[in-house]
């Protein structure tokens, strides 16, 4: 069994819905440890070595939050900018994050139709994450298949319960290396 790193960020905690089903799925499933970043840093001001060690323990690590503007919010951009050093994560020496998993886990106030080609969004989830599946490939990490909640301002309680079940077996898949992927980690 792996260990597995969820990497929480929401800038107003207090008012979500989505997330804190997902996030009390997760606080309980075996082999997983949280990490709230705005609970943690309010100020912005990241520990580095901190993120760094936490990052070492485990093997896989999944960035949960809300779908903002297609991206995340503003505290994960500061941390990807921040812990992923070169010589530590890429570059000549930085093999620290080397064979791990990254993922992605998000809440989606757009239905999953709209996440096409056709539809208002134009590009596919897929698409839309590439600059992180591209950082996990800089890095020798795999990148599984995301984990996303649509439509989720429209959920009603028993959906969400449903949504947090489903993000239960999809962290439990992970812990144990049988998640699907997107890009699986090189072989050396
Ligand atoms: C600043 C902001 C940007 C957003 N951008 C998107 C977006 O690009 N795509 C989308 O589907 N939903 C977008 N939404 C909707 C949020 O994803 C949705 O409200 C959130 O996932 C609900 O989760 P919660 O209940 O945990 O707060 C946005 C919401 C805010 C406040």
Same mark, same amino acid.
């Given at each position: ?7 929480? +960020?929401?800038? !107003? ?5 989505? &997330?804190?089903?997902?996030?009390? +799925? ?44 297609? #991206? #995340? ?15 530590? *994560? ?5 093999? !620290? ?15 999953? &139709? +709209? ?14 994450? *590439?600059?992180?599946?591209?950082? *996990? ?6 990148? !599984?298949? !995301? ?16 949504? +947090?079940?489903?993000?239960? #077996? ?7 290396? #049988? ?10």
């Amino acid at each position: 069994m792996g260990q597995v790193l969820v990497i929480f +960020a929401h800038p !107003a905690f207090q008012r979500s819905r989505a &997330n804190r089903a997902l996030l009390r +799925a997760a606080s309980t499933t075996e082999g997983v440890t949280v990490h709230d970043l705005y609970e943690t840093y309010p100020d912005f001001l990241i520990d580095v070595r901190d993120e760094q060690q936490l990052l070492e323990k485990h093997d896989a690590v999944v960035l949960q939050h809300p779908f903002f503007w297609y #991206s #995340s919010p503003a505290l994960i951009k500061e941390w990807l900018d921040l812990v992923l050093e070169y010589r530590w *994560a890429y570059g000549e020496g930085g093999d !620290a994050l080397r064979g791990k998993i990254l993922a992605q886990a998000i809440t989606a106030g757009g239905p999953v &139709n +709209a996440y096409r080609r056709e539809g208002p969004n134009h590009f596919t989830v897929r698409e839309l994450l *590439a600059p992180y599946e591209q950082t *996990a490939r800089l890095c020798g990490m795999g990148y !599984a298949e !995301a984990y996303a909640v649509h439509g989720v301002n429209h959920l009603d309680e028993a959906a969400l319960a449903e949504a +947090a079940r489903g993000y239960q #077996s999809w962290l439990e898949a992970l812990r144990d290396g #049988s998640a699907p992927q997107w890009l699986a980690p090189p072989s050396s």
